[in-house]
């Protein structure tokens, strides 16, 4: 028999089969899904709006790589009457001003807040986060880390050194123009070169069709729905719960990044952040896993005491919680908000919900909704509630409320 607080059992693992299709970053899908969760939180009447950002896409990036190696062949055949005319017509009219051949993407997140009955000021804050686009890809994710671990320690700075010399030469070449005919050869297929790599690993990882995004992270979305529902029902006594519904995760945690960077200023203006906490919810599935450790290199707790509440909470409730310490932290949105926390230079604690033994399943077509448990999702619900509950019970153990 299926146990849970909601009043519907099944409204989760409802949400999951809801969200379940193409959720690509800057895609329409993407959209959908966005005004799926508004109606939700419109249907309970919970307050909610969206903050939009930009930001540099993948397509944005080769193009852009390609403008620097027609520039470069432009330059070295002495053709710079061409670059010339292009940038005056460009910059001449208005028209071509504003056009571009691919232009900055956007995307948004959706953040409702759910004040406190208390309304002190400097009270704690909850930040309750899961990203709702999802990503495809023609490798398995495992491999797909790899490439992007070798891109990232190889060829990043081999571009970066490559980049540097042929600036050099480059210049050396426009003010002396009669250099070695090497010189342009280096430049042209370094060019080249670099433009491959990245246009390989863009096109052999890239996917836009495969992936339903069940596990990453519906599963997240699906949760935290679902607690801003119960909380907009009994709100917190002491503490005001934000609940951050964030897009552009899979390309670089750039929602999450936005938010905290946008709020930075008024988040720490408005709350007692040492107080405060984050809980990040991406991947519930086959079992509730909870990151314990941050990394590898950095073996210290990920929080000080927020893991052992939920633990606490979890074990009142007889669920069973897999603690993992990750040899490579998952890029997930927990990062932006423990660098937030960083950047605050206040003790504001990090959690997030992650199972990490399912990653077999994600980006692929295997991230369906039948490896979705809707007690799992349902449980880590309930663990959440207790936790919160306590938590907030506590803020002010000693202080009279007036």
Known sequence: MMNSILDDPKATINHVNSLAFNRSTGSVGETEAAFYIRDQLDNKKIINNFEYFGYIGPKRVLMRLTYLIIITYLLLNKLLI??????????????????????EESSKNLVSTIPANNRRKKRPVVILTAHYDSFSTNLPYRLQNFLFFIFRIIIVPYFIIKLTISLWILANFIVSPNQ????????LMSSIIEFLIYFLIFFLIYNT???MGAIDNASGVSIIIELAKKLNEKPLENMDVIIVFTSAEEWGLIGANRFCKRNQKSLSKKYNLNKSLNINYDMIGTYIGLLNKKSLFNRKEINQTLNKNLEDAANNLRISIVKHSPVISPKTDHKAFLKFA????????????????????IHSPRDTPDNCDVQNLNNVLEITIETLRKIDSESYPSEKIR
């Open 82 to 103: 061409v670059i010339v005319l292009y940038f005056s017509i460009k910059y001449l009219f208005a028209t071509a001003r504003n056009y571009s051949f691919i232009k």
């Open 209 to 211: 069709k495969k992936s």
């Open 342 to 361: 960083k950047k605050t230079k206040t003790d504001f604690q990090v959690a997030c919900f992650h199972s990490a033994k399912d990653v077999k399943y």
């Open 180 to 187: 070695e005919s090497f010189i342009i050869d280096f430049i």
